[in-house]
C-alpha cells in the first residue's frame, strides 16, 4: 500500500468495476447523440463569479460547496460544481446561438466537485453526463430532454425509478408566489439561519428536510396554484407530451432544485433504494440564466444524471449490464520462437477487432493458463516449438477444456467464427 490515499469524499474507479461506469455513461449519452446533441467538453475549473452569478449566490453549491482558490497571478477560480453554466458560457463564447440554428443541442460528460459531507452516494468528485438545449422556449423540447433522460435509465435496464415534474413559474408569476411564500414562513416558528434564508431564497425553505420544519410547511401556498396563464399552458403541454410518449411522471408542487436559474419546467428522477441521496438525475428550464452572465435573451432547457449514483442505482436493483468482454482469446507461448509468433498472432486478431491478451513474462504453461482462466477469455491460444514446426496452434476452448491444431494463417477466420 502506499502512504497515501484518495481524499476524502473520492473513490477511485478500478477494473472490473469500472467497466459498467463507462456503459452507464455511453448509455446515457446515446439518446441524447440520438437526437442531434453534440458533443461539449469545457475546462474542469472556471471563473468563481460564473457560478456566482449562474447558480446563485445564495445556494449551497455557491455558499458552502466550492472548491474556489486564487491562482498566483491573483485570478478567482473555482473547480465546476455543474455544468449548466459553464456549456451556456461556451456556448456564448463561441457565438453559437448566432449560426442561426436554434436551439444549440450540446451533451457533456465529466467530473464535478462539491465540497458536500460525504456519504454513500454523495461525493467530493461526482460524474455527470448532461444534456443542454439552447435557445429555444417549446414545450416539446422540455418534453424531449425529459424522454431522452427515460430513455437513457429504460436502456440501461433501470426499473424503479421516478420522474418528479413541477413548474417553477416565470418573471411574471415567481415574484408574486415569492412574496406569498415569505408572507407565510415569516409567521413560522424557524431558526435564524432559516429565517435569513426566507428573505433571501425562501424556495430553498420548502426543501429543508428536518422534520420539525416540515410538519409547520403543510400549509405553505405551492407554486402551482400561482402560475400565471401562459406558465400553466405551458406546463400543460408538457405534461400532455410526457403522457402521449408514456413517460410516468408525479407531480411534485415541492420540487425546488438546488439551484437557482430555474424557471417553469423543473424535474428531478429520484431512486428509492438509494436512502437518502436518491437523486439519480435533475433538471429543468432555465429561460434567464443567459442574461444573467452577460448573454441575450436565450431560454434553454437541459438536465444532468448522475453517473455514481446510477451506478448505484443499478447495483441495488441487481441489473447486469450486458458488457463486452474484456479479453476473448488468450495466447500462451511455450518457448521462445512461440512468443514471437504469438505476440504477433494477438497483434493480428486485435487488428481485426478481436479482444486478445497475452501471457507476458515467460510465464510456466501451468501459471499462463490460470491467467487465461481469470482473464474471462473464452479462447486460449497455445503454441510450443513442435505446434509450430507443424504449422499450427492449439486453440483450447476454456469453457470446455476441448483443444486442437488449427493452421496458423487460418487462427484469425476460426477465432472469429467461433467467438460468434
Ligand atoms: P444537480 O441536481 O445538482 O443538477 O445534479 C444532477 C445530478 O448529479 C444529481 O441528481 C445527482 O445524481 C448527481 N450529483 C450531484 N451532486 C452529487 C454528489 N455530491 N455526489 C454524487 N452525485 C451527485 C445539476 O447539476 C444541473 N446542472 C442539472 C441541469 C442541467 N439543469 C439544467 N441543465
Not at 429565517?195 to 400549509?219: C, M
Not at 509450430?388 to 494463417?409: H, I, N, R
Request: proline fraction near 4%; charged fraction near 25%.
Amino acid at each position: 500500500m502506499s502512504t497515501f490515499q484518495a481524499p476524502k469524499g473520492t473513490y477511485d474507479l478500478l477494473p472490473p468495476d469500472s467497466a459498467a461506469f463507462l456503459a452507464v455513461r455511453e448509455a446515457i449519452a446515446a439518446p441524447a447523440r440520438r437526437a442531434g446533441y453534440g458533443y461539449v467538453e469545457t475546462p474542469g475549473f472556471e471563473h468563481v463569479e460564473l457560478f456566482a452569478r449562474g447558480v446563485g449566490e445564495s445556494t449551497d453549491i455557491v455558499t458552502k460547496e466550492m472548491y474556489a482558490f486564487s491562482t498566483k497571478g491573483g485570478t478567482e477560480l473555482a473547480l465546476r460544481p455543474e455544468g449548466t453554466a459553464s456549456v451556456l458560457r461556451a456556448a456564448l463564447q463561441a457565438n453559437l446561438h448566432k449560426a442561426g440554428n436554434l436551439p444549440v443541442k450540446l451533451w457533456y460528460s465529466g467530473s464535478y466537485y462539491r465540497y458536500e459531507r460525504p456519504q454513500a452516494g454523495r461525493y467530493r468528485h461526482f460524474s455527470q453526463v448532461g444534456a443542454e438545449a439552447i435557445g429555444a422556449e417549446d414545450p416539446v423540447l422540455d418534453a424531449e430532454l425529459v424522454i431522452l433522460a427515460v430513455d437513457a435509465y429504460r436502456s440501461l435496464g433501470l426499473r424503479d425509478f421516478r420522474l418528479l415534474l413541477n413548474s417553477l413559474g416565470d418573471k411574471e408569476c415567481r415574484p408574486v408566489y415569492r412574496a406569498a411564500l415569505q408572507d407565510f414562513l415569516r409567521g413560522l416558528d424557524l431558526d435564524d439561519d432559516t429565517r435569513k434564508r426566507i428573505e433571501i431564497n425562501p424556495l430553498r425553505v420548502l426543501d429543508d428536510k428536518r422534520e420539525a420544519v416540515q410538519r409547520q410547511l403543510a400549509d405553505a401556498p405551492l407554486i402551482v396554484d400561482h402560475l400565471c396563464e401562459a406558465c400553466k399552458d405551458y406546463h400543460e403541454q408538457v405534461r400532455e407530451l410526457l403522457t402521449a410518449a408514456g413517460v410516468a411522471y408525479e407531480d411534485d408542487p415541492r420540487l425546488v432544485r438546488g439551484l437557482d436559474y430555474y424557471t417553469r419546467t423543473t424535474f428531478e428522477f429520484v431512486h428509492d433504494a438509494l436512502g437518502s441521496q436518491s437523486a439519480v438525475g435533475g433538471g429543468g428550464r432555465y429561460d434567464g440564466l443567459s442574461e444573467m452572465i452577460g448573454g441575450p435573451s436565450l431560454p434553454s432547457v437541459g438536465w444532468a444524471l448522475g453517473v455514481d449514483r446510477t451506478v448505484l442505482a443499478l447495483r441495488a436493483e441487481g441489473v447486469e449490464l450486458d458488457l463486452p468482454a474484456a479479453t476473448d482469446v488468450y495466447a500462451v507461448p511455450l518457448g521462445e520462437q512461440a512468443r514471437r509468433t504469438l505476440f504477433a498472432l494477438v497483434t493480428e486478431l486485435r487488428r481485426a477487432g478481436v479482444a486478445a491478451d497475452f501471457a507476458f513474462g515467460g510465464k510456466g504453461i501451468k501459471n499462463a493458463m490460470k491467467s487465461a482462466d481469470r482473464s474471462g477469455a473464452r479462447l486460449a491460444i497455445v503454441a510450443g516449438e513442435r505446434d509450430l514446426a507443424e504449422g499450427v496452434v492449439q486453440v483450447k476452448d476454456l469453457a470446455s477444456g476441448e483443444q486442437g491444431p488449427v493452421a496458423l494463417a487460418e487462427v484469425a477466420e476460426t477465432v472469429k467464427e467461433r467467438l460468434v
